[in-house]
């Protein structure tokens, strides 16, 4: 009998729980059940136009062929003026590099940063990739539990108890997949503050949500006096412009990390798409209305997927205050059923509501968290009623 036997390293990984929410609701809509898909954080909106016209442009220049591996010159300067106008942090184009999409960009800095039983921090709800990211480079996640009564949010009292003298990362979303919370400027001071005290630990700051923000100005704990030489920010187009596909994301780091992500791309991938480049120039340096207006359009629909949640008995939420997910805590259904079916957690809750209520969500186990669940309002006003209604006749059905 043949014997397949993949990698340790493969193995000990866990698949998306994200990615395997969405196929598991297409296999339903392939069926033909109408399933309205919340599952994935992906805005509904389309690339702007100008970005696509300089996409065609750059295909009818012939800007086809290999890239240099950290990206173009002219693509790493635009990445720095944005930096510079806004978000205040100067830096040189070659302590950029641009990446196949900001996971790349952040599983460049791990592999680049961690050895072996090397402890990293991970505040708790977290983007289901980050521990994957630290096991593949034989790191330890270590989580910090934060509950939805503050937001979900680390103190620095925390912090400081979870470093150790293994510690060598922070990572750290703000605005933040999958709560929606954001760190103040004063309350990045403070975290900085504790890892200004350590002189080996550095923080990787995710920051591709950075635009969908409803409570004013983006802050980034790179700007803390200090912090610019310990901290890798990761940032992108897809979000703020509507280019998942495209995928560019970049690092903005110490020259020593940009170097090391630079030299490790350059043996497994080489530089980003050209073309794609080309769009992502196009999209930091024109106009950035485009930014704005689907800014305020998910601000409308958080705020509506808000006010239709409360609605719902035993569901605790609250008021994300940026990015488009919410994360609503639903421990009070454990333990009930409907029929031959009980909820045991928020997976169990997850599959119930798609199954059943045809809406697609994802448990809040694969997030760190699993007494909640996500919910991406990055989708139609007219889909974030009709499914938040399902979901409420759904979760009326246990008992």
């Not at 969405?22 to 898909?37: C, F, P, R, T, Y």
């Not at 630290?134 to 108890?161: S, W």
Request: hydrophobic fraction near 40%; include cysteine.
């Amino acid at each position: 009998m043949d014997s397949y036997i993949l990698s340790d390293r493969l193995n000990a990984l866990a698949p998306s729980a994200t990615l395997a929410m969405s196929a598991k609701s297409a296999e339903l809509k392939e069926q033909g059940i109408d399933v309205i898909n919340m599952s994935v954080g992906e805005p509904d909106f389309n690339t702007p136009d100008a970005i696509k016209d300089a996409a065609k442009k750059a295909i009818d220049d012939n800007i086809t062929h290999y890239s240099p591996v950290p990206g173009y010159s002219g693509l790493k300067k635009a990445i720095c003026n944005k930096l510079l106008k806004e978000n205040g942090l100067e830096y040189e184009p070659s302590q950029i590099v641009v990446s196949n999409g900001a996971k790349q960009s952040i599983t460049n800095t791990v592999l680049a940063l961690l050895n072996k039983g090397d402890e990293v921090i991970i505040p708790a709800p977290y983007w289901v990739s980050y521990p994957q990211m630290v096991i593949l480079a034989e790191g330890v996640p270590v989580y910090l539990d934060t509950a939805i009564e503050a937001d979900f949010k680390i103190t620095p009292e925390q912090l400081e108890a979870a470093i150790t003298p293994k510690t060598k990362l922070l990572v750290l979303c703000s605005p933040c997949n999958p709560t929606g919370s954001i760190y103040s400027a004063e309350e990045l001071e403070a975290l900085a503050n504790v890892i200004l005290k350590h002189e080996n630990i550095y923080v990787i700051s995710d920051e591709i949500y950075e635009h969908l923000n409803y409570c004013g100005r983006h802050a980034s704990i790179a700007t803390v006096p200090g912090m610019k030489n310990k901290t890798i920010i990761v940032n992108g187009v897809s979000k703020a412009y509507a280019m998942t596909g495209w995928r560019i994301g970049f690092i903005a780091a110490p020259q020593w990390i940009a170097k090391g992500c630079n030299m490790l791309q350059s043996q497994y991938t080489s530089g980003p798409c050209s073309i794609s480049q080309m769009a992502a120039q196009a999209a930091w340096d024109g106009d950035q209305n485009c930014v704005e207006a689907m800014r305020q359009a998910f601000q409308r629909r958080r705020d509506l997927i808000v006010s239709l949640a409360r609605e719902i008995p035993g569901l605790e939420v609250n008021v994300p205050q940026g990015a488009f997910y919410l994360f609503p805590k639903c421990s009070s259904y454990f333990g009930k059923r409907y029929g031959d079916r009980v909820i045991g957690n928020s997976t169990d809750l997850a599959m119930f509501l798609l199954e059943v209520g045809h809406v697609a969500t994802v448990g809040g186990d694969a997030f760190g968290s699993p007494e909640c669940f996500r919910m991406s309002y990055a989708t139609s006003d007219e889909n974030i009623t009709e499914a938040l209604h399902r979901i409420k006749d759904t979760l009326a059905l246990l008992k």
